[in-house]
């Protein structure tokens, strides 16, 4: 190994960013979220991440690390009203511009959209995936309701059992 790459093992020191593609946009209406302020900020404009903006995120970000592994965290809003083929664009991305780096990926997910498609393609890309969910059915649904003020207890926990299964 080289002296610089003795330094940057030593000092390096990996940088995080959580990637919004669907901007504030999501699918439930949660009493805490400041998220829905800022869809305000942008009615009338696309909140979703650009097809050009993603691959210059992607580019800046893993030529922007220092150490060889690194995570993409992607976040929201809700990130899965992005369509699968969105985060299918992103891994091609990341492969285009890895230059020896180990990437993984994470989904911070409210688990309300999640199917056997979006199951399949996370264990087959090895998708670390988060769900949210506020405790007990009464504090979840307390605070994390539908647009419509429905419950979204039950289908967060059809998700978590549709991603055991997977």
């Not at 959580?18 to 869809?39: D, F, H, S, V």
Request: proline share 2%; hydrophobic share 35%; net charge negative.
């Amino acid at each position: 190994m080289s002296k610089v790459e003795d330094i940057e093992l030593v000092y390096g020191r990996a940088m995080y960013v959580m990637a919004k593609p669907a901007g504030a946009a999501c699918n439930l209406r949660c009493n805490y979220c400041y998220y829905l302020e800022k869809q305000r900020l942008y009615e009338g404009a696309a909140q979703v991440m650009s097809d050009e903006t993603l691959e210059l995120f992607i580019e800046q970000y893993i030529k922007s690390q220092t150490i060889p592994e690194m995570i993409f965290i992607w976040h929201g809003g809700e990130p899965l009203l992005r369509p699968i083929s969105f985060y299918e664009r992103a891994l091609e991305l990341q492969q285009r511009y890895a230059d020896g780096h180990h990437i993984d990926n994470c989904i911070q997910t409210n688990g309300t959209l999640i199917n056997e498609e979006w199951c399949e393609f996370f264990r087959s890309n090895n998708f670390l995936v988060g769900i949210s969910i506020d405790g007990t059915r009464e504090m979840h649904d307390a605070l994390r309701r539908t647009h419509s003020g429905e419950s979204s207890f039950r289908e967060v926990i059809r998700s978590i059992s549709l991603l055991a299964k997977y």
